[in-house]
């Protein structure tokens, strides 16, 4: 799955490419099979593409495969080997343990100058003074050199750590740019040792601030909703995907919320992006795609719609009542639920909103109004009149005498507008329907 905050790093790096000519590059660091599948591969190529960001643009470069640069990788070990930048090691965790009476500290540099010429591959740090990573959104980062252990950037087999391979595979690719979140901001303070003993300068760094959950907490796949696939699926818009999640720690200013990318993109800046852990809203997100989807075209909106849609169901029905639903769903998914009575032989049947409907008063107004609609003309405002006088001959206001009717018609409490929807219905599958009501109600 492509976590929410893969893609607003990904949004955020795309925008900063667009706007300085530059090149996103999608690099699939597949080096660990365990972790490396062809189709975990297309879903992000999808996920992506879900959010505008693809192939079909120039600005785009990939995928590339860290494997293919493997080569690089063992040259890039060979010359800090050569250059007394880095060393071989062949200690253990428990002999470290031995000699240092503590599983808690780092590694002390025991094979620092013991010649060895085979087995791990460490990369030997300063031992005084500070490693600085300059951060666009952080400021001045300092790292204290003699907190720092020599760390393995390669195995006993040859093969390279991420720290290693991910520097190389920049500096092989001309990364000027690295955006990501501020969990690796450790990985920068090696990789800031890394690039200049390479022979290369270190490019601009930009930790983007940790997404949280409503506790605070930081997204967790096991704990939260976190897949961008989820989201989709749900019927969540693309367009209102992207706004939402490039206001996860930068905003446009003055107030402005609602933006589409071409809007949002010129105006983002990485100086601005703020530093403080991002609060992922789910109802704001929710409002944000209602917005979006009452903005549709109208027949943009069908269009969209048709994912949810039994492909059984008359789309010449569908579009009648289309505008209607428009205004009232948030995500795509709930466009079933408001019109299904219209496809359906009988309503949908819930209980709880039968047993709240269907108190009272509630036979003799269906009784009442099945008797009105035998007669009465088809058109909205007929029906109104006819329920308002079923209504006030019990004492009930619209809004009350409403409910038993419309469960009896829809299955649900809440829907569409009942008499647009008894407009579409028609005569005879409404008056069907209130007779069933009645026999149920009357055992």
Wanted: aromatic share 10%.
């Amino acid at each position: 799955m492509f976590h929410v905050g893969g893609a607003r790093t990904a949004l955020f790096n795309w925008a900063l490419a667009q706007q300085g000519g530059g090149r996103f590059v999608l690099r699939i660091e597949d080096t660990d099979a365990t972790r490396n599948r062809p189709e975990w591969t297309e879903g992000i190529l999808s996920a992506l593409a879900w959010i505008g960001i693809g192939d079909e643009s120039p600005v785009f470069e990939g995928p590339f495969f860290q494997s293919a640069f493997e080569p690089q990788h063992r040259e890039a070990v060979a010359k800090l080997l050569a250059d007394g930048r880095a060393y071989y090691c062949d200690c253990t965790r428990e002999r470290l343990q031995e000699r240092t009476g503590s599983e808690h500290k780092g590694y002390d540099g025991f094979c620092r100058d013991r010649g060895l010429t085979e087995g791990a591959v460490r990369f030997r740090t300063p031992d005084e003074g500070v490693t600085v990573v300059d951060d666009i959104i952080r400021g001045r980062v300092e790292f204290p050199n003699d907190a720092q252990e020599d760390f393995v950037i390669a195995r006993s087999d040859g093969s390279p750590l991420y720290v290693l391979a991910n520097a190389v595979d920049d500096i092989t690719q001309g990364i000027t740019h690295v955006v990501r979140g501020e969990e690796h901001l450790g990985n920068a303070q090696r990789q800031q040792l890394l690039w200049p003993a390479l022979g290369a300068n270190p490019p601009v760094w930009a930790h983007l601030p940790v997404i949280v959950n409503e506790q605070r907490k930081k997204l967790s796949k096991r704990r939260d909703k976190v897949a961008l696939e989820s989201y989709r699926e749900e019927g969540y818009l693309a367009e209102a995907m992207v706004n939402y999640l490039m206001l996860l720690g930068w905003g446009p200013g003055e107030d402005r919320e609602i933006m589409p990318w071409s809007e949002m993109m010129p105006l983002f800046k990485l100086e601005n992006v703020n530093s403080a852990s991002a609060f992922f809203d789910e109802k704001k997100l929710r409002a944000f795609n209602g917005e979006y989807i009452r903005a549709l075209p109208p027949e943009e909106f069908v269009r969209r719609c048709e994912p949810w849609l039994d492909p059984d169901w008359d789309r010449a029905t569908f579009v009648k009542v289309a505008e209607l639903a428009q205004t009232r769903v948030a995500v795509l998914s709930e466009i079933s639920a408001n019109v299904d009575f219209l496809f359906l032989d009988e309503p949908f049947s819930d209980q709880a909103a039968w047993d709240k409907a269907m108190k009272g008063p509630a036979a003799e107004i269906l009784t009442g109004y099945l008797a009105r609609l035998e007669t009465v003309s088809m058109d909205t405002d007929s029906l109104k009149t006819a329920l308002e006088e079923v209504g006030a001959e019990h004492g009930l206001k619209l809004g009350k005498a409403q409910a038993p009717v419309r469960v009896a018609l829809t299955g649900r409490t809440v829907g569409l507008p009942l008499f647009e929807s008894i407009e579409v219905l028609g005569r005879e599958r409404s008056l069907a329907r209130l007779r069933a009501a009645l026999e149920r109600l009357r055992g």
